[in-house]
């Protein structure tokens, strides 16, 4: 699912809204959520998951196609924890 079908669905389910204020909430949820882990805070929905960021120092690695020493910048990755209901969910 992309960002415009689950605006789709949800105007759908919610026809008391219009479809541009769907919108605006989505995309004020998905901003909030951005602003958090740009900060460096956790963010948590229950029965979902757990967003957060990881802090990755810099290394020497290896071009796998020539086996040439490269070096790897130090680096800021997001990392994604599952959570318990989603995963109960998951395994039926």
Known sequence: MVKSELIARLAEQN???????VERIVN???????DALVEGDRV??????SFSTTV???????NP??????SVK?????TFRVGKGMQDLLKG
């Open 56 to 62: 990755r120092d810099a290394r020497e690695g290896r």
């Open 15 to 21: 026809p008391h809204f219009y479809a541009r204020d």
């Open 44 to 49: 948590e929905l229950r029965n979902f998951g």
């Open 65 to 70: 196609k020539t086996g040439a020493v490269v």
């Open 28 to 34: 004020t949820i998905i901003g909030r959520i951005t």
């Open 74 to 78: 130090r680096k800021t990755v997001l």
